[in-house]
Every structure is written in C-alpha cells, then in structure tokens.
C-alpha cells in the first residue's frame, strides 16, 4: 500500500485544499505535512483528513529554497511516504524539484488531473495532453489549482506531530519586489476573468486612440466585480514595440499558449480576436464570453459561448454603470 504525503504551507489556501482532497481519492495512507510559522490553525483547517506532521517556525513562514526544501526533506523522511503531493505554488514549484533529486525519485509538475494513479498533463507549449503514470518511488506531483473540489474539515481533533528541522541559513530575504503597478491585478480565487486585448490600443470610430479611457473602464470593471485581469500577448508584447500600452499590464497577464491557464467560472474576452494560441489558456473557463465589433472573430467560430457583436467601450460603460448602480 502507498503511503501519500501532503505538502502544504500555512496558512493552507484554496489550491491546498483541493490538492489534500485530490490525495484522499489515492487511497493508501495519508500523511499530511504542514510548513509554516505556527500549523496549529491550519491543522484544525483539515481536521479529519489524516496524520499531520509539521515543521514550524519564523524561519519556515519565508519562501525560501534552503528550508522549504529541508523542511520537505525531514516530512519525507518522518512519513517514509511513496507518492508526494503538493499544489502548484511559486515555492512548491521551486523547492520540490530539488528534492525529488535528493531522495532520488522523479517529478512530475503542471498536473491538470489524477484518475487513481494515472495523471494527465501537457506538454509542448500545452498543445500536447498525455496521461502517464510511474513505477519509481518517491514520486512527486505538483497539482494545478481548480484540479478538483477543495477539502471539507470534519469535526474533530486535530493533533500534530512536530519534526525538528535545522533552520540555519545564509540567505535572508529583505523584502518583496512585485512587477504589478498599482493593485494588484492577477486574482486567482475571482469569479470573473476579464481579458483585454490589443483593440483596446488602437484608433476607435472616431479616429483617436482613448487609451485613458480604456484604462479606466477596465479598473472600473475590476474593482466593481473584483475580477481578475487577463491580456492577450499581442496587447503586452506593444511595451516592447514602443506603443502606447495599458500601464498596469505585464506578462504575468498574459493568458494562453505561452502564458496562463486559469480557471476561473466565467471569462469575458474584449477586443481581441480569438486566435487559437490566446484560446487555449481558456480550456478550464467554464463559461467563455468575448466582446468583439468583428462577427467573424475567432471567438465567433465555436470558440466562446456568446459572442456579444458590439463596441467594447460602450459594453464596458454601461456595464460599469449597472454595477456601481447595484453596489449603491
């Protein structure tokens, strides 16, 4: 029988959750490993779910390479786990690859589905979409978000088993450098994504570039139904074709073969035309939507659920006055 291990930060977000419910379907038995400041919160937050080891403090709460791996390492040992699991995070993503390198297992990253022991996942530029599974131990899997329903805690107790770690490093993190202007745009747990494209830029009917106004009719919407912006690379590739560009726009934004696959419930496409490079990091959106004056766009080609034929800054002016309207 299997033994699975979850790796989990605290506090434990949405990914992680799914992540841990993702494992209970596995069978075998559970382990979870919580790395973080003080796990006794999160491990009330997952009551129910399994044995859980941690490995705590001040030096564990900072994204680091150095503990997150040793920390990792130490659960792997404690737990004498075959299968490792983990959500696909920033430090998950940087620090288990290592470790499946120490323990001398094989990783695999952007897993989309688990059909017992079998995954699925894509490969070149997300155009290819296999299924495998692996023989090896330990085996590690990074899980993308929305993979699966999140984690309910039942009630009961939660104890913790700690592991004690060497937090000794020479690396000290002295701050945060984010390169978003402004608030923060990319909202992974919004209801709504929004993505604009490179039509936003150019000259409207009456001739001009409003790119003011495009630029606020699109934090407008975002403030108003808090949802998560998206762009077409064609819109973030201008900065560097010298155009005139949306300024809180980056390529973190961009959605599609070479940027994003979010999953959001909804998506609402303005201005661009829906090529299939852009379309393909919509293949999780439940509910696809474009704006688009062009009837023949990409989108209009079985692409988007309703394609709305109209002028996107008319669209988004009325819309964001019904909003503010009905928050008023």
């Known amino acids: 029988m299997e033994t699975i291990l979850v790796l989990l930060h605290t506090p434990i977000a949405k990914p992680g959750l799914e992540t841990l419910e993702a494992a209970r379907t596995l069978g075998g038995d559970l ?38 791996a040793a920390a990792a390492q130490a659960l792997l040992t404690a737990s004498a786990a075959t299968i490792v699991l983990a959500p696909s995070t920033s430090r998950w993503s940087r620090a288990l690859p290592g470790l499946a390198q120490r323990a001398n297992g094989r990783i695999d990253t952007h897993v989309t589905a688990l059909n017992g022991l079998t995954l699925t996942r894509w490969y070149y530029r997300q155009r290819i979409e296999a299924s495998l599974t692996r023989t090896e131990r330990p085996w590690f899997l990074l899980l993308e978000s929305g993979i699966g329903p999140a984690y309910t805690p039942t009630a009961a107790e939660a104890p913790i088993e700690r592991i004690s770690v060497d937090s000794a490093t020479r690396t000290q993190p002295k701050g945060l450098i984010s390169p ?19 039509g936003w830029t150019k000259k409207q009917k009456d001739g001009a570039i409003h790119l003011d106004q495009a630029a606020e009719l699109i934090l407008g919407l975002l403030k108003s139904s808090n949802a998560s912006l998206g762009s077409s690379k064609s819109l973030v590739d201008l900065s560097g074709e010298g155009h ?23 998506g609402l496409a303005t201005c661009c035309h829906g090529e299939e490079p852009h379309v393909v990091g919509w293949r999780f959106i439940q509910d696809r939507r ?33 909003l503010t309207t009905a928050h008023n």
């Open 244 to 266: 005139a560009v949306l300024p809180f726009l980056s390529h973190l934004n961009q959605v599609g073969q070479t940027g994003s696959t979010p999953r959001h419930p909804k």
């Open 290 to 322: 474009a704006v688009n004056l062009d009837a023949n766009c990409g989108w209009a080609r079985g692409k988007a659920d309703v394609l709305y034929v109209a002028d996107a800054f008319e669209v988004m002016e009325e819309l964001n006055r019904l």
């Open 31 to 68: 382990v979870i490993g919580l790395i973080g400041a003080d796990p006794q919160a999160a491990a009330q937050s997952i009551a129910g779910a399994g044995r859980i080891l941690a490995v705590d403090g001040d030096a564990f709460a900072q994204p680091r390479y150095s503990t997150d």
């Open 180 to 198: 978003q202007s402004g608030e923060q745009t990319i909202k992974p747990e919004a209801d709504l994504l929004f993505v604009a494209g490179a």
